[in-house]
Nanobody, 126 residues
Framework: QVQLVESGGGSVQGGGSLRLSCAAS????????MGWFRQAPGKEREFVVTINRSGSSTYYADFVKGRFPISRDNAKNTMYLQMNSLKPMDTAVYYC???????????????????WGRGTQVTVSS
């Protein structure tokens, strides 16, 4: 089992920044690919970004490329999402997730992730 807890959400004006954290406990954090997803009211949960076990490979959804750099610190069992140039369309609950793939493939689909946090709300006003 892997327990994931998100933090860092809040309310911000458009153009502002937030930094989300995802703290992991349980099994060895460095064995898992990690990802961020988000879900806006009335919409399905969508992929935002993923990072592989070592942090050497990332993949971003087009709508956050260049704005939301992802990183991880395996020594601290923590993943981060630096959210810059926020837009009202970024308003959503943000979830972190862990996937054990055992390969070099970096997962981008919800169904590929094994563990989920409870989410943290991000609200961006215009």
């Amino acid at each position: 089992q892997v327990q994931l807890v998100e933090s860092g959400g809040g309310s911000v004006q458009g153009g502002g920044s937030l930094r989300l954290s995802c703290a992991a406990s349980g099994r060895t954090f460095s064995r898992y690919d990690m990802g961020w997803f988000r879900q806006a009211p009335g919409k399905e949960r969508e992929f935002v970004v993923t990072i592989n076990r070592s942090g050497s490979s990332t993949y971003y959804a087009d709508f956050v490329k260049g704005r939301f750099p992802i990183s991880r610190d395996n020594a601290k069992n923590t993943m981060y999402l630096q959210m810059n140039s926020l837009k009202p369309m970024d308003t959503a609950v943000y979830y972190c997730a862990a996937a054990y793939t055992g390969s070099s493939y970096v997962p981008t689909s919800r169904n590929e992730y094994d563990y989920w946090g409870r989410g943290t709300q991000v609200t961006v006003s215009s």
